[in-house]
């Protein structure tokens, strides 16, 4: 039919668009909207009013409130370029369920190319003005229908999310469907190893960039090609001969990358629509997630996705002259806080090289004006060496290590909570003394002691202070109830160093698995020696000083 149509277009003769869409939800009213139904409908309609040049446009499976539908808009195309004389519909909501992009099509883009459109159901025929003018009301109900569904299928995907159900039909690249259990996820014995191997290269230094490259190299199928052949879509031969099947790319890994799924865990209601037209979810705020934990087997441990995201949040890169950087983000300057950056000297003065604070690089006064700089060698020296002291104090005397620790940490929440109670009762009194002042008020202008307008002038000043004193009293009640719960992770810090029994060298991997930030304070002259503080805080268990560890005077 799509040759003669293009031989009558040839002679002259415009196109008979016959259109034809199904949607999933209306697969379940019955066979009254099938496709096999409608064209049925819609060539008798033609044949019997003798439109001829006659051609089937069909989307299968498409949403109304869809107009990015493939053969919609090879019609449109075909209309835009003068071939289309009329489009006939079974009823206006098989055109769509968006009654603004509809009224669109029926109210400016159908008559204004000079085509006549038919919904054969309804009656509406553009050429029978009268038959049109219930049209716009047809469209709002349609649409409400489409918005009715979309409240229905909502109700049904909260009532899953919040079950622990997996809501997405996409099982993560690693895992796969379990045989026995359509909605338990276990390990894939092919993408699994290569998961934890791309976590294990970001901690050793590598971006997203350079871990794609590596897999593309190695020839890994990429993650849409590979679940096909999981599946047994496809072989592994037919998807091996597809053009990019080893393609990956950056944001792919980086994806991968922050999947919190692969701790073992379900985590649901992570996007949302907007509104029931919108064709894209939108990120909710992390604090808006849904997490069940271990639903299935874990790739990765909390330590090294924890620590990757710290890795990803700072987004290591090369320097100019392409050296990676181990430090990077890690590094801050003890007077403002800035990161500190790189400055490489060239290949030849390497001993040259050294970091200084960022705010000072950029603004030469900036920080008081002093750079605090401190080289390269000298820093990582200091670090490899605090590594190696505290993991041997800790592996040696895991005891008095544990007792260390929490006796710090104590003592760091001890102060915190003294302080937050204490201003959290100046707060409360305050607001007490408040209402007492704002009664003495009234009763004064009662008795006509201050007139109405000193009244609402002073009210209004004791009320706005009351109000910031009520927020910052919630912000306190907050602090006691987190600090209260706070402990510092002694285990996971000891289960880091039970990986490591030797560390001849400092490597990327090493410095992210132990430490969370440093902070380098400006050179001193002590005793006619230049010496410079350093501050290490550790993961899990937070600055830690002893007879082992103390790299306040090291000299850089």
């Not at 060539?43 to 439109?51: L, V």
């Not at 909605?183 to 190893?193: K, T």
């Not at 909390?302 to 392409?322: A, S």
């Not at 202008?445 to 009244?455: M, T």
Request: with cysteine.
């Amino acid at each position: 039919m799509a040759r003669q149509s293009q031989t009558a277009v040839e002679n002259g003769e415009k196109i008979t668009a016959l259109y034809c869409r199904l949607s999933r939800d209306d697969e379940l009213t019955g066979d009254s909207n099938s496709i096999r139904n409608q064209k049925a409908i819609l060539e008798k309609y033609a044949i019997d009013n003798g439109f001829g040049n006659r051609e089937f446009f069909v989307d299968d499976g498409y949403s109304g409130t869809n107009f990015d539908r493939p053969d919609w808009q090879r019609l449109i195309a075909k209309a835009e370029s003068g071939q289309v004389g009329t489009v006939i519909v079974k009823d206006m909501s098989r055109l769509g369920r968006n009654y603004l992009r509809v009224g669109y099509y029926t109210e400016m883009f159908f008559p204004e190319a000079g085509i006549r459109f038919i919904a054969v159901n309804n009656g509406v025929d553009s050429e029978n003005q009268q038959d049109s003018d219930f049209t716009p009301f047809l469209n709002i109900i349609n649409e409400w229908y489409a918005k009715d569904c979309s409240k229905k299928i909502k109700a049904v995907f909260k009532a899953k999310g919040e079950s622990g159900r997996h809501m997405t039909n996409r099982v993560p690249y690693g895992y796969k469907r379990d045989p026995q259990d359509k909605e338990h996820w276990i390990l894939d014995e092919i993408a699994a190893p290569l998961v934890s191997g791309m976590f294990r290269k970001c901690m050793q230094g590598l971006g997203p960039s350079l871990i794609a490259k590596e897999l593309t190299e190695q020839k890994v199928l990429n993650p849409i090609l590979h679940g096909k052949v999981r599946d047994g879509k496809m072989s592994r031969q037919e998807a091996e001969a597809m053009p990019n099947a080893f393609e990956w790319n950056a944001a792919c890994v980086a994806d991968i990358l922050k999947r919190p799924d692969y701790l073992g865990h379900t985590v649901n209601f992570k996007t949302c629509k907007k509104t029931f037209l919108s064709k894209r979810g939108t990120w909710r705020d992390r604090s808006e997630w849904l997490y069940f934990k271990n639903t299935q087997e874990p790739i990765i441990d909390q330590e090294t996705f924890d620590t990757v995201q710290r890795i990803r949040e700072g987004r290591r890169r090369k320097t100019v002259m392409g050296i990676p950087d181990m430090l990077s983000g890690i590094l801050y300057c003890q007077d403002c806080g800035s990161k500190m950056g790189a400055v490489r000297q060239g290949k030849r003065r390497r001993e040259l090289d050294h970091y200084v604070c960022g705010l000072y690089r950029r603004q030469k006064k900036g920080c008081d004006g002093r750079s605090h700089t401190i080289r390269i060698n000298k820093i990582e020296n200091i670090l490899l060496n605090s590594i190696r002291s505290v993991t041997t104090f800790a592996r040696e005397h895991e005891d008095e290590f544990v007792a260390l620790i929490a006796q710090k940490s104590r003592k760091a929440v001890d102060k915190t909570l003294r302080d937050a109670k204490k201003e959290l009762e100046h707060a409360d009194s305050r607001m007490k003394k408040l209402d007492t002042l704002i009664q003495r008020l009234y009763e004064d202008n009662v008795d006509g002691k201050i007139s109405d307008e000193r009244f609402a002038k002073m009210t209004a000043t004791y009320e706005e202070e009351q109000k910031i004193l009520a927020v910052r009293s919630e912000e306190l009640k907050a602090v006691i109830a987190k600090e209260s719960e706070t402990t510092a992770n002694v285990s996971g810090f000891l289960s880091i160093v039970q990986k490591y029994t030797d560390i001849p060298e400092l490597t990327a991997e090493i410095v992210r698995e132990f430490i969370k930030k440093v902070y380098i304070s400006h050179p001193e002259e002590i005793d006619g020696k230049r010496t410079q503080k350093i501050v290490i805080v550790w993961n899990c268990i937070g600055e830690f000083h002893s007879q082992t560890l103390d790299a306040e005077n090291e000299q850089a």
